[in-house]
C-alpha cells in the first residue's frame, strides 16, 4: 500500500502509479532473453573500410560539416570516479601497511608516471613535508593513497572521471574533459568554427564542470581556433527505478521513504531525444587518448561519419521518392536491396508483400533514427557485443547485446559468444532527425524488454534494481544500424586508475 508520503515522492519525481506498478511488476517476471541468430563479424554485419575508401568518406564528412550544419558532441560523464579507485578504497580498509595484491604493487610503482602526480605532490608536501616519492620509500603508502583519494586531499574518490588529470602534456596535465574539447574541435567542429559539447553530469558536480570550462576555455578556443558551446543535463529524476527486496517488496530507506535508483545509462535516451542537431557523435568520457596517439581516432571518426552521411542521404532520398509517389518497380528493388545489404535488416515475408504493403514496410524500415557504430576487435575488453537478432515484429537486424542478454548456459548461446569477434566501445555517430527535418521522438524506439535486474547489497542486505534498456542497446533497438570496424587504438578506456599507466595513456 502506497502513503500518502510515497505519493507525494512519486508526483516529485514525476513516476506515475503505473509506471512504479510496472516496475514491480518486472522483478516478479524478468525480462525475456533476445532470440540471436548470428554473431557480426567482419564481412558478415561489420563493414572494413580500406585506405581509399577511408579519404572519401572522411572528405565526404568535411565536405558536410561545412555546410552549415549543427554537430553535437554528446558525452555520458555523470559517473563518479569511486569504482575507478576501488581498490585503492579496499587497500585503505585493508589489515595490512605494505602493497600485496598486483593491482597495489602496480600502482605505487608506477606512481611517478601518472598525470596526477604534481597535484599529488603538492598535496603531501603541504599535508606531510614529503611527496609521493619519499613517503612510497619509508613505507607510507596508505598516506598516499589517503591523500589521493579523501576529502582532506584531493578527493579524487569522490569526483567525476571528466574532471581527473588523464594525460600529462607540456606545462601539466590533461583532464578527460578537456581531451573531449580537444577531440571536438579536431572532427566536431562545424562551419561557423563552433563545437557544440554536450555532457551529461550528476548535480552535485555540474558547477564543477562549468568551472574548468570556464577556466579552460580560452586556452583551446585559441589553440584550435574556434568557439566552444558547452552544456549540460542531469538524468531526470523520472527514470529512477525502485529497489526491491529478495522477496521482490519494495525496499524503504532509513526514514520509511521508498527507495530509488538510478535507471542506468538507459536513462540519458531522454537527454539525447532533447539535443536538436544534425548529427551527435557519442563517446564515453573515459575514453581519450593523448596528442601522440590522437589521429587515428580523429581518422575513425570521420569514417564513420562519412559513412552516416552517405547512408543518410540515400534513405532520405528514397522517403521523398516513397512521399512523392515517383518510384519505379526498380527502385522498389533498389530500396529493398538497400536494407537487406547496407542496413543488414533481413525479413523473410518481404517476398509475399503486396505492392502497398511491401512500400509501407520500406517506409517504417528507412523512417527510423540511423546509427553508425565503430566496433573493436574483441581483446578481452568489456562492452556489449554486435550480433544478429530477432525483432518483435519479426525481422532480423544488427543489435548491440549485453551478455545478460543471452543465455551463455545454453550450447546454443555459449557458442555464439565463442563465435564473437568484435565488441562495441561506445563510438557511435548518430542521426536522429527524419528526412524533413522533423525529429524522431527517441522513446518510440526502445525495446522495453531489454533491460536487466542487478543484484546488490546495501548495508549487509540484499537488493535487486532494475536497470533500463541500454544506451547503446535496447534503447536504440529499433533505429537502423551499422557496425563498421575500427582500430583498437581508437579505444583507450579508463575503468581502473592503473589502466592510465597503459601505453596509451602516457
Partial sequence: MLTSEDRLLLAEKK??????????????????????????TAGHGIRVITGDDQARYATTWDDY?????????????????????????????????????????????????????DPLNRSLLRRCGQDARALVACGKYKTVAANLLGSDGLNF???????????????????????????GALYACDSDGEV?????????????????VSEKYPLYARTYNVHYRVDFSIQSPSTDTVAVDAGNRPLRNERGALEFRPGGHGALIANLDAIDADVIFIKNIDNV????????????KKVLAGILVDLRRRIDNYLVLIRNGSYTTAQVQEMIHFLQDELCIRNPETKWLEDAELILYI????????????????????????????????????QILESSQIDASTPAGKALFDQATHFNPVDIVCATKAYDGTRYGLAGFVDENTGFI??????GHELKALELPGLWNGAMSDWNTVFVEVPAETFSPVKTVNDLLRPEHQ
Fill in 157 to 183: 574518490g569522490s569526483l567525476p572521471k571528466g574532471l581527473l588529470p588523464f594525460h600529462s602534456c607540456p606545462g601539466g596535465y590533461r583532464t578527460a574533459l578537456e581531451e573531449h574539447l580537444t577531440e
Fill in 289 to 300: 587518448a593523448p596528442d601522440h596517439l590522437r589521429e587515428p581516432t580523429v581518422r575513425y
Fill in 15 to 40: 513516476i506515475t502509479e503505473a509506471q512504479l506498478d510496472r516496475q514491480l511488476q518486472r522483478f516478479a517476471t524478468g525480462f525475456p532473453r533476445l532470440e540471436v541468430k548470428s554473431s557480426a
Fill in 65 to 117: 560539416r561545412r555546410a552549415r550544419r549543427k554537430i553535437v558532441k554528446f558525452v555520458p560523464a555523470s559517473g563518479a570516479a569511486s569504482r575507478m579507485f576501488k581498490d585503492l578504497f579496499a587497500f585503505l580498509d585493508a589489515p595490512y601497511d605494505t602493497p600485496r595484491t598486483g593491482f597495489e604493487k602496480t600502482f605505487f610503482a608506477g606512481i611517478e608516471k601518472f598525470a596526477f602526480l
Fill in 196 to 212: 557544440h559539447l554536450h555532457l551529461t553530469v550528476s548535480p552535485e558536480h555540474r558547477t564543477l564542470f562549468e568551472n574548468l
Fill in 363 to 398: 517506409r517504417r524500415k528507412l523512417l527510423r533514427p540511423l546509427r553508425v557504430c565503430g566496433m573493436v576487435r574483441n581483446y578481452g575488453e568489456p562492452g556489449g557485443g554486435p550480433f544478429f537478432a530477432v525483432n518483435p515484429d519479426g525481422t532480423v537486424s544488427l
Fill in 454 to 459: 542487478s543484484h546488490k547489497s546495501k548495508g
